[in-house]
């Protein structure tokens, strides 16, 4: 059974950080792109950051410079460390993997909420 439990979320002033973590089990996550999605309140799901089986990294134009996401194969995690977040930063993460052949095979988390608000 695959479960992707992430944490790190929480509140946070405008100019603050966070690091979210996403702990995959049931799976080699070395055969899995890995990203984050996230979703605000009247919105689509859209992509965050992406980080390949091979470690090539793509991110949003809303957060590039700001936002940075990694991978530890060896624990079957992958984080996204958020700096100078802003309130249109609100909402709620989700981890998301991706097989890198079969690639409607895929798994995503519960998501974490993340608040940005003075």
């Known amino acids: 059974q695959v479960q992707l439990v992430e944490s790190g979320g929480g509140l946070v002033q405008p100019g603050g950080s966070l690091r979210l973590s996403c702990a995959a089990s049931g799976i080699t996550s070395s055969a899995y792109h890995m990203a984050w999605y996230r979703q605000a309140p009247g919105k689509q799901r859209e992509l965050v950051a992406q980080?390949?089986?091979?470690?090539?990294?793509n991110y949003a134009d809303s957060v590039k410079g700001r936002f940075t996401i990694s991978r530890d194969n060896a624990n079957d995690t992958v984080y996204l460390q958020m700096d100078s977040l802003k309130p249109e930063d609100t909402a709620v993460y989700y981890c998301?993997?991706?097989?890198?052949?079969?690639?409607?095979?895929?798994?995503w988390g519960q998501g974490t909420q993340v608040t940005v608000s003075s």
């Open positions: 980080i390949t089986s091979a470690f090539s990294t």
């Open positions: 998301n993997v991706k097989h890198t052949i079969a690639q409607k095979v895929q798994y």
